[in-house]
């Protein structure tokens, strides 16, 4: 990521714009569902929504001396498939720099797991693809190509809902070649969750894609923290994206003392959680 173009996008203020009503509300379970959000490193989350579980970004190597690694314990639970890592549906990659996901780790996982599902840009599988033994996992693999502009891309997969939209990774237009895909997941036709990779928080990116989200609110939203306590995160969040609730990641080990003193949601520790249905 472009640390100079984060150090610019956080000016921070207290402004407070409030969460779009969604046009279609979301459906709402039974309250003894399992709803969780479990924060791993990075930007690597477990989602868990009744039965279904989806990782996002787990594997990586490099944490550029400031990030936060997912500790070896929970790496090697993921592994193992230990609960709560028991009976993952699908892996979803934002993008394929190092910080983010790792080919080695994402091949030993998809071959020591049979089931699982890979969607990831195709900057990632094109990395994959140079491991021993893609062709064992190859028709579990579903990259996303898509070019800055283009529509919604969607596709089902079981039980979930996808959809992709290519948005410039942070430092735009310096970084405009790498493939930057924010997910939102739609699990059982009612949980909804975004996870947006390195996007750049410029309310640009976003204004072609207003009316596709506003069909459907978005319960929780994983950006990259730039977008805390900076207004037009904020906007892009709430007012374009229709997020109902969001949760910073991408927080440096030191958390900078702006975002500590915000009020805004994040995870910086492993292992933290949230009940994504019950703020």
Known sequence: MNYRIVTLLLTWSLLVIPAAKADQPVPVDSDD???????????????VAGETKILFDPFFHNNYGIYQLVPEKIRADIFAGKPPFDGVTAVFVSHAHGDHFTADDMMRYLKDWPKVRLVAPSQAVRSLQTEPGYQEVESRVTGVSLKLGDPVWQQRLGNLEIEAI??????????ASVENIVFRVLIDDKSSVSHLGDADANPGHY?????????????????????????AGKDILHNQMNVKRAIGIHVPVVVPPQLQDSGEEYF???????????P
């Open 33 to 47: 569902e399992d709803h969780r959000a479990i924060y791993l490193g990075n930007e690597a989350v477990l989602v």
């Open 207 to 231: 204004h072609q894609y207003r009316d596709h989200w506003r069909q459907q609110a978005t319960e929780v939203a994983f950006p990259p923290y730039w977008f805390k306590g900076n207004p």
């Open 268 to 278: 910086s520790k492993p292992g933290e959680e949230i009940n994504f249905r019950n």
């Open 166 to 175: 290519r948005i410039p990774h942070s430092g735009w237009p310096e970084r």
